[in-house]
């Protein structure tokens, strides 16, 4: 059994590197409804000025964009299955009081440890392909405008 001052340690460490993840998350996503909302306001430019084919373009980006969406789901069934015996409701406050719920939470994040670098090739994806498709719309339709 760890003593008090490592399980502290453990727990501040573990919290931590959780803190950290959490902000990479929420800037990816971040990132993500930047260029999505950019994206949807070059389609409504084309749409309310009668470029047809710019809207066309769009719609064709849309489904390849949604494609490579739904890897976000493959990617959550990796963390449930992570999940194991942990209940949502452990999961959602984690309250790291003993060195079990300690060890629970290290397995967790061991686990989850690949799901969570799939999870963040997902989104450079996702960005990658908005940035590009703003750029490709924007240099056919718009060309004045950079």
Not at 7 to 25: G, H, Q, S, Y
Not at 38 to 63: A, I, N, P, S, T
Not at 86 to 103: G, M, N, P, R
Request: glycine share 2%.
């Amino acid at each position: 059994m760890a003593s008090k001052s490592t399980f502290e340690e453990e727990k501040l460490k573990l919290l931590e590197e959780t803190k950290r993840i959490n902000k990479k998350i929420m800037r990816a996503k971040e990132d993500i409804n930047f260029y999505e909302t950019k994206l949807w306001d070059l389609h409504m430019k084309c749409y309310m000025e009668g470029k047809d084919k710019c809207v066309q373009r769009y719609d064709q980006y849309f489904l390849q964009y949604n494609r490579l969406k739904r890897r976000r789901a493959d990617v959550q069934s990796c963390f449930e299955r992570c999940m194991g015996n942990i209940t949502l409701e452990e999961y959602q406050k984690f309250d790291l009081v003993d060195q079990d719920s300690l060890e629970k939470y290290k397995t967790y994040k061991d686990c989850s440890k690949p799901c969570l670098e799939k999870s963040f090739e997902n989104y450079e994806n996702e960005q990658d392909f908005l940035r590009k498709t703003i750029s490709k719309l924007s240099e056919e339709f718009y060309p004045d405008n950079k």
